[in-house]
Nanobody, 119 residues
């Protein structure tokens, strides 16, 4: 199992940047693909970005392409989401999640971190 703790959320003006971190417990972090998801008030949770266990493959929802970058440091058991050129519509609770390699099933979730972008 893996436990996930997000940090780095906050209040930022439109056009600003934030870097989210997701710290994972355990010694098997590199056995998991990692993803970031978000949920805005009154909306369903949506996929934002994913990164493979090695960091070699990444994927993004169209609305964040060119603005957000997902990365990971397996030596530090941490995944990141660098968010630039933030927009008010990026306001949401951001969650990181882990999927055991080969399953494509995000079975482990953090508690979430709030990101608020003011206009």
């Amino acid at each position: 199992q893996v436990q996930l703790v997000e940090s780095g959320g906050g209040l930022v003006q439109a056009g600003g940047s934030l870097r989210l971190s997701c710290a994972a417990s355990g010694r098997t972090f590199s056995r998991y693909d990692m993803g970031w998801f978000r949920q805005a008030p009154g909306k369903e949770r949506e996929f934002v970005a994913t990164i493979s266990w090695s960091g070699g493959l990444t994927n993004y929802v169209d609305s964040v392409k060119g603005r957000f970058t997902i990365s990971r440091d397996n030596a530090k058991n941490t995944a990141y989401l660098q968010m630039n050129s933030l927009k008010p519509e990026d306001t949401a609770v951001y969650y990181c999640a882990a999927a055991k390699v080969g399953t494509h099933s995000y079975d482990y979730w953090g508690q979430g971190t709030q990101v608020t972008v003011s206009s």
